[in-house]
């Protein structure tokens, strides 16, 4: 069993940047690969960025890359999300996820634990 819990988010301007972090329990973090997602008001749940084991896979869906980074510290059980240049559309609610799978997830369907979720808001 692994319990996630996001922090990092808040309230920032446009252009601005945001650091979530993910702190994971448990005792074999290192064999989940992990993910960010999130939900605006209204909309659907959409994939952000995972990332493999060891982190040497990583995917972004089309509208952060070159902007966000996702990456892990294995040692603090910890997935990060650094996410620069924030536009009013990354304006959501960002859950971090888990599977205890080796390759990289891309629906929500495909984890198996959640966090509570960070908010994050972008003014324009």
């Known amino acids: 069993q692994v319990q996630l819990v996001e922090s990092g988010g808040a309230l920032v301007q446009s252009g601005g940047s945001l650091r979530l972090s993910c702190a994971a329990s448990?005792?074999?973090?290192?064999?989940?690969?992990m993910g960010w997602f999130r939900q605006a008001p209204g909309k659907e749940r959409e994939i952000v960025a995972a990332?493999?084991?060891?982190?040497?896979?990583?995917y972004y869906r089309d509208s952060v890359k070159g902007r966000f980074t996702i990456s892990r510290d294995n040692a603090k059980n910890t997935v990060y999300l650094q996410m620069n240049s924030l536009k009013p559309e990354d304006t959501a609610d960002y859950y971090c996820?888990?599977?205890?799978?080796?390759?990289?997830?891309?629906?929500?369907?495909?984890?198996?634990?959640w966090g509570q979720g960070t908010q994050v808001t972008v003014s324009s």
């Open positions: 990332i493999s084991w060891r982190g040497e896979n990583t």
């Open positions: 996820a888990g599977r205890d799978a080796y390759g990289l997830g891309y629906v929500g369907a495909e984890y198996n634990y």
């Open positions: 448990g005792r074999y973090f290192s064999r989940y690969s």
